[in-house]
């Protein structure tokens, strides 16, 4: 039965009705739109505008209903349009009349922000659990690798010698900000819009401060017209998890990199890796290229909502039934590669030797180099050119900088001494850089200790 029969003579056409229909979709918000029917039913008997005990006998059905489903008692309907018409028509079927009640002073419209709002407000939580999870699963290996010199590159050139634990550490300031994102989106969006109705309120003496009470929102939405259309808070939410998997495939990209022959820096272990169907000597880092992959689904989803939303006029429009589908997949996706990364973190090993013998090829003390000048009293520019210069010369001897005599050095500039060699020594490069956020082990411990601190 439609909520709408009374205004029409033809019943839905059954193909339309599955078109229309949203209850494969929406079904997984049970728990929050009977969260929101019992602060409506609560609000609707303290104002009077039902009996208070009709609003009793609603909320206990209610209550009996969400047991029900979550027990496994109570199926929910495939052929309901939506769980909001589900769950009524459950609730109608128990008490009659009395049911037929709930719906006073409120209409599907801001009934399904409602909803909405409250479940993505319990996934936000969620998913900013799962961050510090994986943020803490990040730092603890950074802790094992503080005196792991690998090489940093630009342009994925070896660059300079940084440390593996400084290398994770810049992941977990990227992760840190996706939870600040979620937290102000949540902020945002907890905004009370039951009582909004269609998009004009309703003529009912209802309590909008009460539901908002009950429901653990900051205030009621201010005007209902924007109550009601509002989808700020869904595209915020695709734009955050859009950001996380941007972070994500970011790291996962390093893995893959780090995980192939040319670097061999570190090796997953074989529950997170596949073989080859020809090739047996295979090892594959599947677990991170589908991650890699996934990113560009969230990215769609983020692009379809906001195509979605851009042309709407106000306020309800069933266009609007599309944003359930593009967010929670999105969360699940989200969800789906934060557990799977976490656990391979935690059990892929780091080459330590690979990474060291990278790091002393290259020339990446050559910064260095030129800075021992300018500490001699070089201008920089002419300490760059000479130190440019030395390494053309070992490129044609087939030398490093390490390798050079001091006669060798020497026929560049005068200033070079004994000394060099301690300047350009990968770990006293590394433990020299003390500067606020540089590589220097202490000063990633203290990094770490802050992150800690904070989560």
């Known amino acids: 039965m439609a909520l709408w029969e009374g205004r029409f003579k033809k019943e839905l056409d059954s193909k339309t009705n599955d078109f229309n229909s949203s209850i494969n979709i929406d079904k997984r918000m049970c728990k929050q739109d ?5 602060a409506h ?9 039902i009996k208070k005990e009709e609003s009793k006998k609603i909320v206990n059905s209610l209550e009996e209903i969400l047991k029900d489903i979550e027990n496994g008692t109570l199926k929910i309907d495939k052929e309901a349009e939506d769980i909001h018409m589900f769950i009524e028509s459950e609730l109608t079927s128990r008490i009659d009349d009395t049911g037929k009640r709930l719906h006073t002073a409120r209409s599907r419209n801001d009934q399904v922000t409602l909803d909405l709002r409250l479940y993505l ?11 510090k999870e994986l943020i803490k699963t990040i730092t603890e290996k950074a802790k094992e690798n503080l005196e792991t010199i690998m090489p940093g590159y630009t342009h994925l050139q070896r660059a300079q010698p940084i440390t593996f634990a400084y290398h994770l550490m810049a992941y977990t300031e990227m992760f840190m900000r996706d939870i600040c994102r979620i937290e102000d989106t949540l902020k945002r969006m907890n905004v009370n819009p039951l009582g909004s109705c269609a998009l004009a309120g309703t003529t009912h003496d209802i309590d909008r401060n009460l539901t908002s009470k009950l429901l653990e929102f900051d205030y009621p ?11 700020d808070y869904v ?12 972070h994500l495939s970011r790291l996962s990209e390093e893995i893959i990199l780090w995980c192939s022959w040319e670097f061999k820096f570190i090796e997953l272990d074989d529950a997170f890796s596949t073989g080859s169907s020809i090739m047996p000597q295979k090892k594959n880092p599947d677990i991170p290229e589908l991650i890699r992959g996934k990113s560009g689904r969230v990215f769609g989803h983020l692009s379809s909502l906001l195509t979605m939303m851009k042309g709407l006029p106000l306020a309800y429009n069933k266009d609007m039934q599309e944003d359930k589908e593009a967010i929670f997949d999105s969360i699940d996706t989200v969800k789906m590669c934060i557990t799977t ?3 391979m973190l935690k059990t ?8 060291e013998k990278a790091a002393k090829k290259g020339f990446i003390n050559a910064t260095d180099c030129a800075d021992y000048l300018v500490k001699k009293g070089m201008p920089f520019r002419k300490a760059y050119k000479i130190s440019g210069s030395l390494v053309s010369y070992c490129l044609d001897n087939n030398k490093t900088l390490d390798t050079l005599s001091l006669e060798e050095y020497k026929k560049f500039t005068d200033l070079f001494d004994k000394d060099i060699y301690e300047s350009i020594d990968l770990k006293n490069i590394v433990f020299k850089r003390k500067s606020y956020g540089g590589p220097n082990p202490e000063t990633v411990k203290k990094h770490i200790e802050i992150i800690e601190n904070k989560l």
Not at 221 to 231: E, K, P, Q, T, Y
Request: proline fraction near 2%; charged fraction near 20%.
């Open 34 to 38: 009977i969260k929101g029917s019992i």
């Open 348 to 355: 892929m090993k780091v080459l330590k030797e690979n990474m």
């Open 341 to 343: 990364l976490i656990p």
């Open 235 to 246: 595209i915020e939410f695709s734009a955050s998890l859009s950001l996380i998997m941007v």
């Open 221 to 231: 939405c201010h005007n209902s017209l924007d109550g009601v259309s509002d989808r």
């Open 121 to 131: 407000r319990d996934e936000g939580k969620s998913m900013i659990n799962l961050l």
């Open 41 to 49: 039913a609560t609000m609707l008997g303290k104002q009077n505008i």
